[in-house]
């Protein structure tokens, strides 16, 4: 079955910057869209950044200008460039892929266990 594997999260100053990185194992013939999601404490989970396999990007208030996502097809990976952060930022990170097909299942969702980002001095 599919796998979602985050990693680069973990501690940084206000300002700072860092990149977390999330690859889907196992064989997957079609992706739709793959994504970061985030839940701070208190919070609702929320939108990040999503990039679907047409090549669009779509990318949630709070982050536009700051975050930007990537991609690698070859891979099945996506990448979640995060500069000038800041404390609101502080959340755990999950990586989502949307809409996979394999052997076993057509548009299925997948969830990362997710990665801790805490911004603080």
């Known amino acids: 079955q599919v796998q979602l594997v985050e990693s680069g999260g973990g501690l940084v100053q206000p300002g700072g910057s860092l990149r977390l990185s999330c690859e889907a194992s196992g064989t997957i013939f079609r992706i739709f869209a793959m994504g970061w999601y985030r839940q701070g404490s208190g919070k609702e989970r929320e939108l990040v950044a999503i990039y679907f396999w047409s090549g669009t990007t779509n990318y949630g208030d709070s982050v536009k200008g700051r975050f930007s996502i990537s991609r690698d097809n070859a891979k099945n990976a996506v990448y979640l460039q995060m500069d000038s952060l800041k404390p609101d930022d502080t959340a755990v990170y999950y990586c989502?892929?949307?809409?996979?097909?394999?052997?076993?299942?057509?548009?299925?969702?997948?969830w990362g266990k997710g990665t801790l980002v805490t911004v603080s001095s």
């Open positions: 989502n892929a949307e809409g996979v097909t394999t052997v076993q299942t057509q548009g299925a969702d997948y």
